[in-house]
């Protein structure tokens, strides 16, 4: 007891824990249909101790299937259909996402959560991956189909884009066989040497 003012009172010491703070996360712009690995826990704050990067646990929304988890319960893989996977490195904390062959869009963004060393569980955060060119990939100048600057994606088309040939653009296909799921000729595509134009829907 101690006494202030001459009046007794009690000194009561609390014990707060430390909260690790995880921070959202963005991976933007990645080229189409390859899979994405995002460092989520290099953002994150924490006052006492360290992040502990095997502590990621991933937050699995309700339309996920084949869900992983370890023996404590922290969740490190599951599929969202038509979308793909997210794995979480039960090591480095790194989180993958690896899309279906088919899926041409932005996947939904998940959340997660991660301890320091100390075992106190941060708040969640969020994971956000987006591809540079999703849908159409047209030409903006005229050129070898080939070459990546000619394309409004910086990149070559690919069987998942639907490609616009823009009026008084000539595209030349030469030495290659170029794959798209659509095309749209409003200026024209020339062939040379062992080009080839595949289309498919």
Do not use: Q
């Not at 009690?10 to 703070?21: A, E, F, G, Q, W």
């Not at 569980?121 to 969020?126: K, Q």
């Amino acid at each position: 007891i101690n006494y202030l003012y001459n009046c007794p009172t009690d000194l009561i010491l609390v014990d707060i824990p430390i909260i690790p703070n995880a921070v959202n996360d963005l991976s933007l712009k990645n080229p189409n249909t390859t899979p994405v690995i995002v460092d989520i826990v290099a953002n994150d704050a924490i006052e006492c101790g360290n992040i502990d990067k095997t502590s990621v646990t991933l937050t699995a929304p309700v339309s996920a299937v084949n869900i992983i988890s370890k023996t404590n319960g922290d969740i490190i893989s599951f599929e969202i259909p038509n979308e793909g996977i997210w794995d979480a490195n039960s090591i480095s904390g790194m989180v993958t996402f690896t899309p279906e062959n088919v899926f041409l869009t932005n996947p939904t963004p998940i959340n997660y959560r991660v301890k320091n060393t100390l075992g106190n569980l941060s708040n969640s955060a969020s994971i956000t991956v987006t591809y540079k060119c999703i849908g159409n990939n047209e030409s903006i100048n005229s050129g070898n189909w080939d070459d990546p600057s000619i394309w409004s994606c910086g990149s070559v088309p690919t069987k998942y884009n639907d490609v616009i040939i823009n009026p008084l653009h000539t595209i030349n296909i030469e030495n290659i066989s170029a794959i798209v799921k659509n095309i749209t000729f409003l200026g024209t595509v020339s062939f040379g040497v062992d080009g080839f134009l595949i289309i498919e829907e």
